[in-house]
């Protein structure tokens, strides 16, 4: 690729991204954006550093608001059902629920899944999971149903049921992976015996109104498709057997249906500075402040303290910013040709261990990722064109549960990243990450004003002085 196409993509993925996010600007607006920025960047080296300086602008405004993520554009939650009989009432399906998103898993307490029959259906059983609620079942003499309710709500069986019970891919109390941690477990199954249902694929009347909580609210399902019927191998893979009928389901996530306030926050601190720059305050909102608990309190004390809730409410350790979770970013040591940065997650929700978590972040030095100390690290290359996203998460039984507040409630690695000699720098908080998400929610940054910055730089303030051009210069840009 040309270097010049190579810049060009890169401007339409950072003026797309940052600048002109979707339902702000139209895209004639995004395309000008792209334009002005390359005539810029033809005309001028500066260019790509007047795009950094607006990214930051634009992050903490725009990221927050946005329904889909830009870090996994297509992640999504699949949820197929395959006919594999028909019954003299209805049929049996087998249920998959397939996590296709990089770096959101479903934790503890699990999945619920809920449905609208189109008909007059009921469950005759399940196994490998059960509905919450037989409902009345009072018509039916001799065989009872499982659940007779118009509005079906499953769960996933706990591990450990007897394995008459059981089925492929269930009991695992509704925990899923997220692909990018481990594809194998990021598959959820069980098999339904539906009555009073068509017996044909003309007849079949498809779920309505599918709802899924992973464990809490945020998944918004579209309507079952009918689509080709899946094809399954035998053991032997020598024959091939197919569904009698095949409908799928997709569900996507928001951050923004899921919670009003972020559930985690970021904060700096760098060799070159001995200010650490804090979380924001209130970051996660300070609604609830009467309600947490300052570490010398006798109810931390208490038996049952930490025994998470039904409704998942926290019990936070009070601090300014009121977050459950907070990632620190430390850029430790400059070297000739690499540099470290040393990444600690800190758990401040008495009530809470986060098991398989997942730490995500963007920053512009991820294609040079030389070592990882004590994580596991993935790429993740959302676009093809530019890799500076990776994925974090724990060592399998070594820090991949991220324990409850308190003594052991922290995991950390640095991370040792190799410098590109054209890009590298420590002015204009570079070195400070773009995006940062935590179990797939993204995390609030501080402002960029406040971020440590080089003593030597010799204009004082660089963002600070540049903040007050940016909406000229965005003008401008927008304009030529
Ligand atoms: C139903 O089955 C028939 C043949 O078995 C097939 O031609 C038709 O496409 C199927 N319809 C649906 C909705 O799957
Ligand atoms: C879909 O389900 C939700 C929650 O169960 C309910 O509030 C809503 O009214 C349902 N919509 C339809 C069209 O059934
Ligand atoms: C739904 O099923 C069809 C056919 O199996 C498949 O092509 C499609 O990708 C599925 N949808 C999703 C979102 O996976
Ligand atoms: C977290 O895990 C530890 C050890 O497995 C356990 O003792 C503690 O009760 C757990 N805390 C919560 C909130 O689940
Ligand atoms: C992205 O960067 C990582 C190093 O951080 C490297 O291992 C990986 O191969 C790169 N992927 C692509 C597609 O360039
Ligand atoms: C950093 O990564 C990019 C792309 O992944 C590669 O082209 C470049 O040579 C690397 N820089 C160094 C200094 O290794
Ligand atoms: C370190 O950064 C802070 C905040 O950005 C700034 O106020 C301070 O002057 C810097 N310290 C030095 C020694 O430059």
Known sequence: MTSGGLVRRNLRRLCSLYLCPS????????????????????????????????????????????AYDPLDPNGNITIKWD??????????????????????????PGWTLGWTWAKKEVIWSIVGAQATEQGDC?????????????????????????????????????????????????????QISVGSAGT?????KLPKNVTL??????YTCGPAKVVPPTTFLTTDRRRKTQALMTWNVTCTYSQFMARKHPSCCVSF????????????????????????????????????????????????????????????WHVKVNYKEYWRAKISINNFNYRMNYSQWTLAIQHPNLNNVTQVFSYDYKPLVPYSSINDTGMFYGMKFY??????????????????????????????????????YFNGDECMLPPPETYPYLPSSAHGHPLLSFSTLICALLFLLLTI
């Open 83 to 108: 006919v594999m009989s028909w019954t003299a009432d209805g049929y049996v399906a087998t249920v998959t629920m397939n996590n296709f998103q990089m770096y959101r898993h479903i934790m503890s």
């Open 200 to 204: 044909s694929n003309k007849t079949v």
């Open 213 to 218: 909580l992973g464990p809490g609210l945020g």
């Open 138 to 190: 009072s018509k039916f003499k001799g065989n009872i149903p499982h659940c007779c309710k118009k509005t079906p709500t499953v769960v996933d069986l706990l591990p450990g049921v007897p394995y008459n019970q059981q089925f492929t891919n269930c009991c695992k109390g509704g925990v899923v992976a997220s692909w990018g941690q481990d594809p194998s477990a990021a598959v959820s199954q069980f």
């Open 399 to 436: 820090n991949d549960l991220l324990m409850e507040a308190g003594p052991l409630g922290s995991v950390q690695s640095e991370v040792l990243l190799q410098k590109d000699q054209n890009t590298f720098t420590f002015k204009q908080g570079w070195a400070f990450p773009r995006k940062v």
């Open 269 to 328: 601190s760098s060799f070159y500075n001995e200010t650490i720059t804090p979380c924001p305050s209130c970051a996660c909102g300070c609604e609830n402040k009467n309600k947490c608990v300052q570490s010398d309190s006798k109810i931390l004390n208490m038996v049952g303290k930490n025994t998470p809730r039904k409704d998942g409410t926290p019990l936070l350790h009070c601090t300014h910013h009121m977050c459950p979770v907070r990632v620190h």
């Open 23 to 66: 339902s702000w600007f139209s895209s004639t607006a995004v395309n000008n954006c792209i334009k002005a920025q390359d005539i810029a960047t033809r005309k001028n080296s500066m260019a790509e550093r007047r795009v950094y300086i607006i990214l930051f602008l634009f992050l903490g405004l725009i990221s927050y608001a946005a």
